[in-house]
């Protein structure tokens, strides 16, 4: 279902797909020793927060951070981290957090050894949705010491949010215009025509946003 929504919205044609929970996360950090993050004053607070709502889903008994600054944080403050979305910036800068922690888990995994790695498969494989089989993962986590993030950013390119249904969500200003912006990103492609099932799409929530 939400492979075929991303396909139909955006003109993609996904097939294979991976898709992890917190927990997963929090095992991962916690094996490979913990990440470091800038935790500022207003972050702290809530960082605590959903420590605590973590030490109830996962059953632990994770403390405190005493003071904000950059530290090295276990799985469960690194996974608190990144639900906050009640600072300034709201669920953009959430977005923003979470891209932060994936970051730091790679560049800390690229420095893990074997056994490690080997370790952290054993662990979060079981937590692991996909449609890839063992051996393709397997394939793919070998060669993580070869993997780069080269580049990154947020979609929509051009945003707005607000509250439709009493629910926050962030809307695109215009959905043809991102795709088009998403296929260039994606692909280089610079004379992208989207379909017209997305500018079906873009005029409905254009009534939307224009109504609110």
Avoid: C, W
């Avoid at 580049?151 to 959905?175: I, N, Q, W």
């Avoid at 795709?179 to 997305?198: G, I, M, N, W």
């Amino acid at each position: 279902m939400a492979l075929n929504t991303i396909n139909t919205n955006f003109d993609l044609d996904v097939k294979e797909y991976v898709t992890v929970n917190f927990k997963a996360v929090t095992e991962v950090i916690d094996l490979l020793g913990g990440i470091s993050l800038d935790i500022t004053k207003e972050e702290l607070k809530y960082v605590n927060g959903y420590t605590k709502e973590l030490n109830k889903i996962n059953g632990t008994n994770v403390g405190k951070l005493k003071s904000a600054g950059t530290q090295v944080v276990n799985g469960t403050h690194a996974t608190a981290y990144a639900r906050i979305r009640y600072t300034k910036g709201d669920d953009f800068k959430r977005a923003e957090r979470q891209r932060i922690v994936i970051q730091k888990i790679f560049e800390k995994a690229k420095t893990a050894d074997l056994i490690t790695i080997n370790s952290i498969l054993d662990k979060i494989l079981p937590m692991i949705q996909t449609n890839l089989d063992s051996a393709k993962l397997l394939l793919l986590a070998k060669d993580i010491m070869s993997y780069d993030i080269v580049d990154e950013t947020g979609f929509p390119f051009d945003k707005r949010a607000f509250t439709y249904h009493k629910v926050s969500y962030v809307f695109p200003v215009d959905l043809v215009a991102n795709v088009t912006q998403l296929h260039q990103f994606l692909f280089e492609t610079t004379d992208y025509a989207p379909s017209d099932k997305v500018k079906e799409i873009s005029a409905e929530l254009k009534q939307i946003t224009d109504n609110n």
